[in-house]
DNA sequence: CGGCGGCTTGATTCGAGTCAAGAACCGTGG
DNA sequence: CCACGGTTCTTGACTCGAATCAAGCCGCCG
C-alpha cells in the first residue's frame, strides 16, 4: 500500500498537501494520502492526460502544470469546463462514476507532470481511514463549486466581466499553491474555451483590460498588473473556492470608487 | 439512529430507493438509507427550501414537488443552476463543506413535501456502513456531471436547442422517478433563469417549438407532444444522468432524417 | 370586480459571432 | 544563421441572435 516504487520528490506534494489541509485532513491523514501517490511521468502541452472513455485502475494528480477539464463538440469545438493546478485529481468522475461513459477528458495545457494513486491502495486507505473519504469528498465538491460559478460567469455578464472573473480565480487557485508569478500562462484560445467567447471578441476583451491598465500591454503574454481593478470589474467573490488562507485578499469586493 | 418519530410512507421513498439503487446500493443498504429519513413537512412554491447560508443539522431530501438550486445575482436576477426532483438531496454542499459561506439556496418551483436525515444519525450510518459514502458521493457527482452539462448548454447553443436540451432532461429525470406526464409543471420564467434567456427570448422559442409541433399549443402550459423530434433538436444524450434503466430511450440520437 | 403574476407581441439596440486577411512569434531543419 | 510552416494574436467589416423597453393580454385569486 505504499508508494515506494517510485518515491516522489516532497516538493511535489506541497500543493496536494496544502489543498487537503484545508479540506480538514490532519499531519498523520496528509502523510497516509502523500504515501498513495506515485510518480507517474510528464505529458507534453497539448496532449490528453485523461482521454474520454471509462477504464482506470487508478487515480491521476496534477503535480505540475496547467491542464483543464473540457468536452469536444460536435462542430469541433472544445468547451472547457474548468482549469486544474497542481495539487488537483483530474479523474475523480471515473472512480466515482465507473459505469458511465464519460465524454469528459483532460488535457494538458502547459508541460504536466502527473502522478497516480491506485484505486487498489486508495480502497484500502479509505476502509482504514474514513475520513479520508470525506476529504475526496470535498474535493469533488469543491470541482463542482467551480463548474457552478463558471456556470454564472457564462449567463449573463458581458464579456468584460466574465474574463475578469476568469482571470481572478486563476489568480486566487495558483496562489493557494504557492504559484504567485502575475503571469498566467494560457493562450487567448484556452481563455476563450473556457469563457465561452469567440477567439476574435476574446481578443478585443483582453485589449480592452489592457488599455484599462489591468493587464500588461506586452503582447503574448496574459500578465495582471492592476488586481485590485480586475478584482473590482469582475465582482469576483471566492469564497466558493474554500481558501480560507487567501479570503482576506479575494474575498471583500474594492469599494466601487474605482471603476 | 432509526426514524420511527416521524414514520414515512413507503410510496413516498420510492424515488430515492430507485436512484440509490442506480447508485449501487443493495437492499439492506437501501433500507438503511429509508430508516434515516424523517419526514419534515410541506413548503409552498416559491418559498426557500434551504436559504443561503451555512449552518444546519440535517441534510434536506425532496419528496414530492419541484425546487430549483439557485442564485441571487447582483441585479436581483436570479441564475438556477438545476432542478431537484423527488428522490435529490437539495444541500450536500452544506454537510460537505460546511464551513463555507454558501450563496446557493434552494426554492420550491410547486408545492413540495421534504424530509431530513439529522446528520447524527448520517455519520453513525456513515462510519457502520462504509458503501453508504460512495454511493452518497455519487449522487453529488451526478449533480456534478448535471452542472457541466448545464455549462456546455448555456454556451455556444442557440436558444432552441438550449431550450430542447433543458427539457428533454427535465423529462428523462421526471421519468427516471415514475412520473411520466409530457407535461413540465414550470413557468417559463424558471425556464429562463435556467437557460439563461430573457423570459421575452424565452417565450418566442418556446412559440418556435409549438410551431414546430413538439410543443402543445395551449398555452399556460409545458406539454412535450413529439419527444423524439424535441430529443433531435437538442441533439440531446442523457448518458450523463446515469440512469441505466431509461438509457435505451434517451441515449441514441435518433437519426437526422426528420428534421 | 380589481389586481397581480405570468404570458405574448412589436420595435429597437447592441454585444458577440463570423469571415477574412494580415502580423508576430516559435520551433525546426537546411 | 536564416528560411519555413504552423500556431497564436490582431484588426476590420459585416451579420445576427438575443437583450431590452414598452405595452397589452390572459387567467387566477382574493
Redesign the interface.
Known sequence: MVGLPNPIGRNSLVPLVLKFRTLGLENEELEIVASLVKDKGRVRAGLDIIGAGNSAKHLTLLLMGVACWY?R??DG?R?I?TFQYAGDFCD??RY??P???H??AVQALTDCSIAIIDYRDLEQA??RF?KL??A???A??????I??E???N???RPALQRLANLLCEQLARREAIGINSAVIPLTQIDLADAA?LSVVHLNRTIQALRSLGVLAKNGHTIEVIDRKHLVNIA?F?G??L?M?QLLSKWEIRIDSSIM
Open positions: 468536452k463538440l460536435e469545438g468547451q469546463y475523480f468522475y466515482v462514476l459505469e458511465r461513459d465524454s469528459v479509505l476502509t474514513p473519504g470525506l475526496f469528498w470535498r469533488s465538491m469543491l470541482d463542482a463549486s463548474f457552478r463558471r456556470l454564472l457564462g449567463s449573463h465561452g465582482k467573490d469564497r466558493y474554500n480560507p
